[in-house]
Protein backbone atom coordinates (compact mmCIF):
# COMPACT_ATOMS: atom_id res chain seq x y z
CA UNK A 1 0.00 0.00 0.00
CA UNK A 2 0.68 3.66 -0.59
CA UNK A 3 1.24 4.67 2.90
CA UNK A 4 2.87 2.01 3.96
CA UNK A 5 5.76 2.66 1.12
CA UNK A 6 6.32 6.00 3.58
CA UNK A 7 4.67 8.04 0.42
CA UNK A 8 1.78 9.03 2.38
CA UNK A 9 2.43 9.33 6.11
CA UNK A 10 0.35 7.15 8.06
CA UNK A 11 -1.27 9.71 10.60
CA UNK A 12 -2.85 11.68 7.50
CA UNK A 13 -4.77 9.07 6.64
CA UNK A 14 -6.65 9.26 10.20
CA UNK A 15 -7.91 12.44 9.98
CA UNK A 16 -11.62 13.00 9.41
CA UNK A 17 -12.34 13.60 5.25
CA UNK A 18 -12.72 17.11 5.72
CA UNK A 19 -9.16 17.83 6.79
CA UNK A 20 -8.19 15.29 4.62
CA UNK A 21 -9.77 17.66 1.59
CA UNK A 22 -8.30 20.71 2.93
CA UNK A 23 -4.52 18.85 2.66
CA UNK A 24 -5.12 17.99 -0.59
CA UNK A 25 -6.45 21.32 -1.28
CA UNK A 26 -2.89 22.86 -0.10
CA UNK A 27 -0.73 19.99 -1.98
CA UNK A 28 -2.39 20.81 -5.24
CA UNK A 29 -0.99 24.33 -5.07
CA UNK A 30 2.71 22.89 -4.79
CA UNK A 31 5.01 22.73 -7.96
CA UNK A 32 6.01 19.87 -6.50
CA UNK A 33 4.83 16.10 -8.38
CA UNK A 34 5.30 14.35 -5.40
CA UNK A 35 3.21 16.64 -3.17
CA UNK A 36 0.26 16.91 -6.84
CA UNK A 37 0.86 12.81 -6.89
CA UNK A 38 0.10 12.75 -2.79
CA UNK A 39 -2.86 14.87 -3.17
CA UNK A 40 -4.64 12.68 -5.53
CA UNK A 41 -3.96 9.50 -3.43
CA UNK A 42 -5.59 11.56 -0.57
CA UNK A 43 -8.31 12.55 -2.41
CA UNK A 44 -9.23 9.01 -3.70
CA UNK A 45 -9.16 7.82 0.09
CA UNK A 46 -12.53 10.21 0.99
CA UNK A 47 -13.35 9.12 -2.61
CA UNK A 48 -13.39 5.46 -1.98
CA UNK A 49 -16.16 6.44 1.08
CA UNK A 50 -18.11 8.99 -0.83
CA UNK A 51 -18.23 8.03 -4.94
CA UNK A 52 -20.58 10.77 -6.10
CA UNK A 53 -18.69 13.88 -4.98
CA UNK A 54 -18.46 16.63 -7.58
CA UNK A 55 -15.98 18.01 -5.23
CA UNK A 56 -13.78 15.42 -4.59
CA UNK A 57 -13.75 14.26 -8.26
CA UNK A 58 -12.83 17.58 -9.16
CA UNK A 59 -9.47 17.70 -7.08
CA UNK A 60 -8.46 14.53 -8.69
CA UNK A 61 -8.95 15.92 -12.40
CA UNK A 62 -6.80 18.90 -11.04
CA UNK A 63 -4.28 17.02 -9.74
CA UNK A 64 -4.11 15.71 -13.28
CA UNK A 65 -4.12 19.13 -14.87
CA UNK A 66 -1.24 20.03 -12.80
CA UNK A 67 0.84 17.17 -14.22
CA UNK A 68 -0.33 18.05 -18.01
CA UNK A 69 -1.67 14.80 -18.13
CA UNK A 70 -4.81 15.87 -20.39
CA UNK A 71 -6.83 13.05 -21.29
CA UNK A 72 -6.84 11.96 -17.28
CA UNK A 73 -7.80 15.63 -16.65
CA UNK A 74 -10.44 15.56 -19.29
CA UNK A 75 -11.86 12.26 -17.86
CA UNK A 76 -12.03 12.97 -14.56
CA UNK A 77 -13.55 16.59 -15.37
CA UNK A 78 -16.30 14.98 -17.17
CA UNK A 79 -16.95 12.65 -14.85
CA UNK A 80 -17.15 15.55 -12.01
CA UNK A 81 -19.78 17.33 -14.47
CA UNK A 82 -21.79 14.20 -14.58
CA UNK A 83 -22.31 14.21 -10.88
CA UNK A 84 -23.65 17.34 -10.62
CA UNK A 85 -27.08 17.76 -9.17
CA UNK A 86 -29.99 21.04 -9.23
CA UNK A 87 -28.16 21.72 -5.54
CA UNK A 88 -24.87 22.00 -7.14
CA UNK A 89 -23.93 25.76 -6.95
CA UNK A 90 -23.35 27.65 -10.16
CA UNK A 91 -19.66 29.08 -8.65
CA UNK A 92 -18.90 25.59 -8.07
CA UNK A 93 -19.99 24.02 -11.24
CA UNK A 94 -17.83 26.87 -13.42
CA UNK A 95 -14.70 25.87 -12.81
CA UNK A 96 -15.18 22.39 -13.37
CA UNK A 97 -16.32 23.71 -17.32
CA UNK A 98 -13.23 26.30 -17.09
CA UNK A 99 -10.58 23.70 -16.55
CA UNK A 100 -12.15 21.21 -18.87
CA UNK A 101 -11.89 23.79 -21.49
CA UNK A 102 -8.17 24.51 -19.97
CA UNK A 103 -7.48 20.55 -20.89
CA UNK A 104 -9.31 20.83 -24.44
CA UNK A 105 -7.35 23.76 -25.51
CA UNK A 106 -3.78 22.36 -24.92
CA UNK A 107 -5.01 19.34 -27.37
CA UNK A 108 -6.39 21.89 -30.14
CA UNK A 109 -9.47 20.97 -29.33
CA UNK A 110 -10.41 25.35 -29.83
CA UNK A 111 -14.47 24.96 -30.69
CA UNK A 112 -15.24 22.43 -27.84
CA UNK A 113 -12.59 24.55 -25.13
CA UNK A 114 -14.20 27.96 -26.93
CA UNK A 115 -17.97 26.75 -25.53
CA UNK A 116 -16.60 25.26 -22.27
CA UNK A 117 -14.93 28.49 -21.16
CA UNK A 118 -18.34 30.22 -22.06
CA UNK A 119 -20.29 28.22 -20.28
CA UNK A 120 -18.12 29.08 -17.16
CA UNK A 121 -18.37 32.59 -18.04
CA UNK A 122 -22.40 32.29 -17.62
CA UNK A 123 -22.42 30.26 -15.08
CA UNK A 124 -19.90 33.09 -13.03
CA UNK A 125 -19.91 36.01 -15.30
CA UNK A 126 -17.89 38.26 -12.62
CA UNK A 127 -15.00 35.97 -12.75
CA UNK A 128 -12.27 37.67 -15.12
CA UNK A 129 -10.12 34.43 -15.31
CA UNK A 130 -13.25 32.52 -17.47
CA UNK A 131 -13.27 35.82 -19.81
CA UNK A 132 -9.55 35.56 -20.23
CA UNK A 133 -9.38 31.97 -21.14
CA UNK A 134 -11.99 32.49 -23.85
CA UNK A 135 -9.56 35.58 -24.47
CA UNK A 136 -6.46 32.74 -24.95
CA UNK A 137 -8.03 31.24 -27.78
CA UNK A 138 -7.46 34.37 -29.89
CA UNK A 139 -4.27 35.12 -29.13
CA UNK A 140 -1.73 33.83 -31.77
CA UNK A 141 -4.52 32.32 -33.99
CA UNK A 142 -5.05 34.94 -36.55
CA UNK A 143 -7.19 37.23 -34.57
CA UNK A 144 -5.44 39.65 -32.49
CA UNK A 145 -8.34 42.07 -32.45
CA UNK A 146 -10.69 40.17 -30.68
CA UNK A 147 -7.99 38.71 -28.52
CA UNK A 148 -7.17 42.71 -27.94
CA UNK A 149 -11.40 43.18 -27.01
CA UNK A 150 -11.27 39.91 -24.84
CA UNK A 151 -8.86 40.47 -22.54
CA UNK A 152 -10.07 44.51 -22.42
CA UNK A 153 -13.95 42.84 -21.28
CA UNK A 154 -11.58 40.46 -18.84
CA UNK A 155 -9.69 43.71 -17.28
CA UNK A 156 -13.06 45.71 -16.85
CA UNK A 157 -13.87 42.74 -14.52
CA UNK A 158 -10.27 42.85 -12.78
CA UNK A 159 -8.20 45.40 -13.98
CA UNK A 160 -5.15 43.78 -12.16
CA UNK A 161 -5.44 40.78 -14.27
CA UNK A 162 -2.23 39.42 -14.57
CA UNK A 163 -2.53 36.93 -17.53
CA UNK A 164 -5.01 39.35 -19.09
CA UNK A 165 -3.12 41.80 -19.41
CA UNK A 166 0.11 39.11 -20.64
CA UNK A 167 -2.50 37.57 -23.64
CA UNK A 168 -3.59 41.36 -24.42
CA UNK A 169 0.25 41.65 -24.27
CA UNK A 170 0.86 39.04 -26.84
CA UNK A 171 -2.48 40.21 -29.27
CA UNK A 172 -0.67 43.97 -29.13
CA UNK A 173 2.84 42.23 -30.20
CA UNK A 174 0.89 40.02 -33.19
CA UNK A 175 -0.38 43.75 -34.49
CA UNK A 176 2.97 45.52 -34.56
CA UNK A 177 1.49 47.82 -31.72
CA UNK A 178 4.90 47.69 -29.98
CA UNK A 179 4.18 50.17 -27.17
CA UNK A 180 1.39 48.34 -25.63
CA UNK A 181 2.85 44.97 -26.43
CA UNK A 182 5.36 45.26 -24.82
CA UNK A 183 3.67 46.86 -21.90
CA UNK A 184 1.05 43.50 -21.65
CA UNK A 185 4.21 41.34 -22.42
CA UNK A 186 6.15 42.57 -18.80
CA UNK A 187 3.11 40.83 -17.07
CA UNK A 188 4.80 37.35 -17.91
CA UNK A 189 7.41 37.40 -15.81
CA UNK A 190 4.38 38.23 -12.69
CA UNK A 191 4.60 34.86 -10.47
CA UNK A 192 1.36 34.23 -10.69
CA UNK A 193 0.65 34.07 -14.32
CA UNK A 194 -1.28 30.90 -14.94
CA UNK A 195 -0.27 30.72 -18.76
CA UNK A 196 1.64 27.85 -20.62
CA UNK A 197 3.70 30.07 -22.34
CA UNK A 198 4.89 32.94 -19.64
CA UNK A 199 8.15 33.91 -19.43
CA UNK A 200 11.15 32.70 -17.61
CA UNK A 201 11.55 33.72 -13.92
CA UNK A 202 15.46 33.93 -12.92
CA UNK A 203 16.67 34.38 -9.69
CA UNK A 204 20.26 34.79 -7.71
CA UNK A 205 20.57 33.50 -4.80
CA UNK A 206 23.72 36.05 -3.97
CA UNK A 207 21.15 38.81 -5.07
CA UNK A 208 18.01 37.89 -3.56
CA UNK A 209 16.34 41.88 -4.15
CA UNK A 210 17.87 42.18 -7.61
CA UNK A 211 15.48 44.34 -9.39
CA UNK A 212 14.28 44.20 -13.06
CA UNK A 213 15.74 46.82 -15.27
CA UNK A 214 13.53 49.56 -15.40
CA UNK A 215 15.57 51.23 -18.28
CA UNK A 216 17.75 53.55 -16.16
CA UNK A 217 21.09 53.53 -18.38
CA UNK A 218 24.97 52.82 -17.12
CA UNK A 219 23.61 50.19 -14.72
CA UNK A 220 24.97 46.73 -15.09
CA UNK A 221 22.42 44.32 -16.28
CA UNK A 222 21.96 40.72 -16.45
CA UNK A 223 20.38 39.63 -18.96
CA UNK A 224 19.11 36.14 -19.20
CA UNK A 225 17.98 34.13 -22.19
CA UNK A 226 14.18 33.26 -22.06
CA UNK A 227 11.52 30.97 -23.85
CA UNK A 228 13.30 28.97 -26.84
CA UNK A 229 16.53 29.07 -28.53
CA UNK A 230 14.94 30.89 -31.42
CA UNK A 231 13.44 33.97 -29.47
CA UNK A 232 16.57 34.20 -27.78
CA UNK A 233 18.77 34.13 -30.96
CA UNK A 234 16.05 37.32 -32.18
CA UNK A 235 16.56 39.35 -28.88
CA UNK A 236 20.12 39.08 -29.14
CA UNK A 237 19.33 41.81 -32.02
CA UNK A 238 19.33 44.50 -29.28
CA UNK A 239 22.08 43.91 -27.93
CA UNK A 240 24.34 46.00 -29.32
CA UNK A 241 22.10 49.12 -28.72
CA UNK A 242 22.03 47.85 -25.08
CA UNK A 243 25.98 47.36 -24.74
CA UNK A 244 25.59 51.30 -26.02
CA UNK A 245 24.39 52.40 -22.79
CA UNK A 246 24.95 49.69 -20.25
CA UNK A 247 27.30 47.09 -18.69
CA UNK A 248 26.24 43.78 -20.02
CA UNK A 249 26.18 40.19 -18.44
CA UNK A 250 24.81 38.26 -20.66
CA UNK A 251 23.38 34.38 -19.60
CA UNK A 252 23.05 32.41 -22.56
CA UNK A 253 21.39 28.94 -23.62
CA UNK A 254 24.34 26.79 -23.17
CA UNK A 255 23.79 25.53 -27.09
CA UNK A 256 24.08 29.12 -27.81
CA UNK A 257 27.27 30.38 -25.50
CA UNK A 258 30.03 29.66 -28.21
CA UNK A 259 28.14 31.72 -31.09
CA UNK A 260 27.51 34.40 -28.56
CA UNK A 261 30.68 34.46 -27.10
CA UNK A 262 32.22 34.36 -31.18
CA UNK A 263 30.18 37.26 -31.38
CA UNK A 264 30.34 39.58 -28.51
CA UNK A 265 32.32 37.80 -26.36
CA UNK A 266 35.33 41.23 -26.15
CA UNK A 267 32.35 43.72 -25.54
CA UNK A 268 30.90 42.05 -22.06
CA UNK A 269 30.75 38.76 -20.04
CA UNK A 270 28.54 35.46 -21.47
CA UNK A 271 27.91 32.67 -19.06
CA UNK A 272 26.87 29.24 -20.33
CA UNK A 273 24.44 29.03 -17.51
CA UNK A 274 20.80 29.26 -18.17
CA UNK A 275 20.05 26.06 -17.52
CA UNK A 276 21.94 25.20 -14.43
CA UNK A 277 20.23 25.31 -11.10
CA UNK A 278 19.94 29.10 -9.80
CA UNK A 279 21.84 28.31 -6.76
CA UNK A 280 24.78 26.65 -8.64
CA UNK A 281 25.39 29.55 -10.60
CA UNK A 282 28.78 30.96 -9.65
CA UNK A 283 29.71 34.43 -11.33
CA UNK A 284 27.49 36.33 -9.55
CA UNK A 285 29.77 36.61 -6.55
CA UNK A 286 32.19 38.89 -8.38
CA UNK A 287 30.35 40.41 -10.94
CA UNK A 288 28.01 42.78 -8.85
CA UNK A 289 24.93 43.47 -11.35
CA UNK A 290 22.34 46.40 -10.21
CA UNK A 291 19.15 45.08 -12.10
CA UNK A 292 18.12 41.72 -14.06
CA UNK A 293 16.00 41.25 -17.37
CA UNK A 294 14.58 38.26 -19.32
CA UNK A 295 16.27 39.23 -22.71
CA UNK A 296 13.32 40.31 -24.89
CA UNK A 297 12.23 42.85 -22.29
CA UNK A 298 15.09 44.39 -24.32
CA UNK A 299 12.12 45.64 -26.84
CA UNK A 300 10.62 47.71 -24.29
CA UNK A 301 13.19 49.86 -24.86
CA UNK A 302 14.80 49.71 -27.86
CA UNK A 303 11.93 48.17 -30.34
CA UNK A 304 9.04 50.88 -29.40
CA UNK A 305 8.54 51.48 -33.19
CA UNK A 306 8.48 50.34 -36.76
CA UNK A 307 11.81 52.29 -37.44
CA UNK A 308 13.58 51.09 -34.47
CA UNK A 309 13.62 47.72 -36.51
CA UNK A 310 17.29 48.08 -38.40
CA UNK A 311 16.85 44.44 -39.76
CA UNK A 312 20.24 44.11 -40.39
CA UNK A 313 22.18 41.15 -40.31
CA UNK A 314 23.99 40.86 -36.93
CA UNK A 315 25.47 37.48 -35.75
CA UNK A 316 28.62 36.38 -37.83
CA UNK A 317 29.77 32.77 -38.46
CA UNK A 318 32.63 30.53 -37.68
CA UNK A 319 35.04 31.00 -40.91
CA UNK A 320 36.41 27.76 -40.16
CA UNK A 321 33.36 25.92 -39.95
CA UNK A 322 32.14 27.46 -43.16
CA UNK A 323 34.77 26.61 -45.18
CA UNK A 324 34.70 22.93 -44.10
CA UNK A 325 30.80 22.17 -45.17
CA UNK A 326 31.61 24.68 -48.18
CA UNK A 327 33.88 22.25 -48.68
CA UNK A 328 31.51 19.12 -48.06
CA UNK A 329 28.76 21.16 -50.82
CA UNK A 330 31.07 21.36 -53.05
CA UNK A 331 31.92 17.85 -53.05
CA UNK A 332 28.35 16.56 -53.65
CA UNK A 333 28.57 18.26 -56.89
CA UNK A 334 27.48 20.91 -58.77
CA UNK A 335 23.87 21.49 -58.10
CA UNK A 336 22.62 23.90 -55.88
CA UNK A 337 21.92 23.38 -52.26
CA UNK A 338 18.86 23.43 -50.42
CA UNK A 339 18.25 23.03 -46.84
CA UNK A 340 15.53 21.84 -45.39
CA UNK A 341 13.06 21.52 -41.86
CA UNK A 342 9.36 20.14 -42.15
CA UNK A 343 8.90 19.95 -38.12
CA UNK A 344 9.19 22.57 -35.17
CA UNK A 345 7.83 23.11 -31.93
CA UNK A 346 6.47 20.55 -29.09
CA UNK A 347 3.05 20.18 -27.79
CA UNK A 348 2.51 23.28 -26.15
CA UNK A 349 4.10 25.61 -28.50
CA UNK A 350 2.01 24.38 -30.99
CA UNK A 351 3.55 21.54 -33.22
CA UNK A 352 0.36 20.99 -34.75
CA UNK A 353 0.30 24.09 -36.23
CA UNK A 354 4.46 24.77 -37.40
CA UNK A 355 4.82 21.33 -39.28
CA UNK A 356 4.42 19.69 -41.91
CA UNK A 357 4.22 15.89 -42.96
CA UNK A 358 7.18 15.32 -44.46
CA UNK A 359 5.26 13.02 -47.11
CA UNK A 360 3.55 15.98 -48.47
CA UNK A 361 7.13 17.14 -49.60
CA UNK A 362 7.72 13.91 -51.90
CA UNK A 363 6.79 15.76 -54.77
CA UNK A 364 9.24 19.05 -54.50
CA UNK A 365 12.01 16.90 -53.46
CA UNK A 366 11.64 15.61 -56.78
CA UNK A 367 10.25 17.84 -58.80
CA UNK A 368 13.67 20.27 -58.16
CA UNK A 369 17.18 19.38 -59.18
CA UNK A 370 19.13 20.14 -56.18
CA UNK A 371 20.51 18.46 -53.35
CA UNK A 372 18.30 18.80 -50.22
CA UNK A 373 19.98 19.10 -46.67
CA UNK A 374 18.15 18.61 -43.46
CA UNK A 375 18.20 20.80 -40.85
CA UNK A 376 15.86 18.95 -38.94
CA UNK A 377 16.52 19.18 -35.45
CA UNK A 378 15.57 16.82 -32.76
CA UNK A 379 13.89 17.79 -29.39
CA UNK A 380 16.59 18.13 -26.69
CA UNK A 381 14.93 15.75 -24.83
CA UNK A 382 14.92 13.06 -27.98
CA UNK A 383 18.08 12.97 -29.39
CA UNK A 384 18.27 10.67 -32.72
CA UNK A 385 14.18 10.57 -32.87
CA UNK A 386 14.20 11.88 -36.54
CA UNK A 387 16.84 9.51 -37.50
CA UNK A 388 14.55 6.54 -38.33
CA UNK A 389 11.46 9.26 -40.02
CA UNK A 390 14.05 10.33 -42.52
CA UNK A 391 15.38 6.79 -43.53
CA UNK A 392 12.20 5.42 -44.06
CA UNK A 393 11.00 8.30 -46.16
CA UNK A 394 14.16 7.96 -47.92
CA UNK A 395 13.69 4.19 -49.23
CA UNK A 396 10.13 4.65 -49.59
CA UNK A 397 10.59 7.53 -52.15
CA UNK A 398 14.16 6.98 -53.17
CA UNK A 399 15.05 10.46 -52.10
CA UNK A 400 17.83 11.45 -50.27
CA UNK A 401 17.63 13.95 -47.59
CA UNK A 402 21.38 14.04 -46.48
CA UNK A 403 21.07 14.01 -42.70
CA UNK A 404 23.39 14.12 -40.79
CA UNK A 405 22.17 13.86 -36.85
CA UNK A 406 25.60 15.07 -34.96
CA UNK A 407 25.35 18.39 -37.36
CA UNK A 408 22.43 18.76 -36.69
CA UNK A 409 21.61 19.00 -32.90
CA UNK A 410 25.15 20.91 -32.96
CA UNK A 411 24.20 24.42 -33.20
CA UNK A 412 28.08 25.58 -33.56
CA UNK A 413 28.15 23.10 -36.54
CA UNK A 414 24.41 23.94 -37.87
CA UNK A 415 24.21 27.96 -37.41
CA UNK A 416 27.62 28.71 -37.45
CA UNK A 417 29.14 26.63 -40.13
CA UNK A 418 26.68 23.99 -42.44
CA UNK A 419 23.75 26.69 -43.18
CA UNK A 420 26.41 29.15 -44.44
CA UNK A 421 27.24 26.33 -47.00
CA UNK A 422 23.78 26.39 -48.51
CA UNK A 423 22.27 28.21 -51.36
CA UNK A 424 19.02 28.48 -49.82
CA UNK A 425 16.90 27.13 -46.73
CA UNK A 426 13.53 26.38 -46.56
CA UNK A 427 11.96 25.96 -43.08
CA UNK A 428 8.75 25.89 -41.42
CA UNK A 429 8.59 28.42 -38.49
CA UNK A 430 11.40 27.23 -35.67
CA UNK A 431 14.72 28.85 -34.39
CA UNK A 432 16.66 27.62 -38.04
CA UNK A 433 14.58 30.51 -39.10
CA UNK A 434 15.90 32.90 -36.86
CA UNK A 435 19.52 31.84 -37.60
CA UNK A 436 19.57 32.57 -41.26
CA UNK A 437 17.71 36.09 -39.88
CA UNK A 438 20.50 36.48 -37.54
CA UNK A 439 23.28 35.44 -39.67
CA UNK A 440 22.05 36.51 -43.43
CA UNK A 441 21.21 33.55 -44.77
CA UNK A 442 18.64 33.22 -47.36
CA UNK A 443 15.46 31.36 -46.10
CA UNK A 444 11.90 30.94 -47.29
CA UNK A 445 9.90 30.26 -44.21
CA UNK A 446 6.77 28.37 -44.14
CA UNK A 447 4.33 30.26 -42.28
CA UNK A 448 1.16 28.60 -40.97
CA UNK A 449 -2.04 30.57 -41.01
CA UNK A 450 -2.32 30.79 -37.23
CA UNK A 451 1.61 31.40 -36.39
CA UNK A 452 3.05 33.11 -33.33
CA UNK A 453 3.55 37.38 -32.77
CA UNK A 454 6.97 36.89 -34.00
CA UNK A 455 5.68 36.42 -37.47
CA UNK A 456 3.05 39.08 -37.77
CA UNK A 457 -0.34 38.20 -39.47
CA UNK A 458 0.63 38.91 -42.84
CA UNK A 459 3.39 39.98 -45.34
CA UNK A 460 6.36 38.53 -46.46
CA UNK A 461 8.64 40.10 -44.36
CA UNK A 462 9.71 39.47 -40.75
CA UNK A 463 10.15 42.51 -39.09
CA UNK A 464 12.75 41.64 -37.02
CA UNK A 465 15.35 40.79 -40.51
CA UNK A 466 15.92 41.87 -43.66
CA UNK A 467 14.87 40.98 -47.29
CA UNK A 468 16.74 37.70 -46.74
CA UNK A 469 14.02 36.54 -45.20
CA UNK A 470 10.78 35.99 -46.70
CA UNK A 471 7.44 34.44 -45.48
CA UNK A 472 5.21 32.02 -47.93
CA UNK A 473 1.98 31.89 -45.44
CA UNK A 474 -0.93 29.50 -45.17
CA UNK A 475 -4.23 31.07 -46.39
CA UNK A 476 -6.32 28.01 -45.39
CA UNK A 477 -5.70 25.54 -42.88
CA UNK A 478 -3.74 22.85 -45.46
CA UNK A 479 0.30 22.89 -46.54
CA UNK A 480 -0.23 20.75 -50.01
CA UNK A 481 -1.16 24.59 -51.44
CA UNK A 482 1.91 26.66 -50.14
CA UNK A 483 4.53 23.21 -50.93
CA UNK A 484 2.96 23.68 -54.60
CA UNK A 485 3.07 27.50 -54.23
CA UNK A 486 7.06 26.90 -52.72
CA UNK A 487 7.60 24.53 -55.69
CA UNK A 488 6.54 26.48 -58.51
CA UNK A 489 8.69 29.68 -57.13
CA UNK A 490 11.92 26.63 -56.43
CA UNK A 491 11.43 26.06 -60.69
CA UNK A 492 11.91 29.99 -61.03
CA UNK A 493 15.19 30.34 -58.65
CA UNK A 494 16.30 27.10 -60.04
CA UNK A 495 16.86 28.82 -63.65
CA UNK A 496 18.35 32.04 -61.97
CA UNK A 497 21.08 30.21 -60.03
CA UNK A 498 21.46 28.17 -62.25
CA UNK A 499 22.21 30.75 -65.38
CA UNK A 500 24.05 32.68 -62.98
Same mark, same amino acid.
Request: glycine share 8%; aromatic share 10%.
Given at each position: ?8 ? &? ?23 ? $? ?17 ? &? ?6 ? @? ?54 ? *? ?7 ? *? ?58 ? /? ?56 ? $???? =?? $? ?20 ? /? ?71 ? @??? !?????? @??? =? ?14 ? /? ?7 ? &? ?45 ? !? ?16 ? &? ?37 ? !? ?13
Amino acid at each position: MDEQQGLIP &PEWLNESSQEIIERAVELLKSNEVR $EVWQARKLCEVVLSIDRHN &PGIIFLIA @SSYLRQSRWAYAEHWFRRALAEITEETPAKAQAPMHCNLGYCLQQEGRNEEAAACF *QKAVDLDPV *QSEYLNNLATLFVNNGTPEEAVRRCALALDVDPDNEDAKWNQGLAYLELGQWDKGWAGYK /SGLVADVQSSQKRKQRTYPQFPELPYWDGTRGQKVVLYGEQGVGDEILAVSMLEDAAK $ENDL =IY $EAHPRLVNIMRHNFGNQFPIYG /SRKIPQDEVQWPNWEKPDAKLAILGLGEHYRRKDEDFPGKVYLKPFDSLVDKYKEKMRKMGARPKIGISWKGG @SVL !TRHDLR @SIP =IGLMQDMFKTIDADWI /SLQYDNADR &PGWNTPIVEGFEKDTGVCLNHDTAVINDLDECYGGLIHALDLVISVN !TSLVHACGAFGVPCWVLT &PKRPAWRYNIEGERMIWYGGHVRQIRQTEDSWEPVIKEV !TTQLQGWLEEVTAA
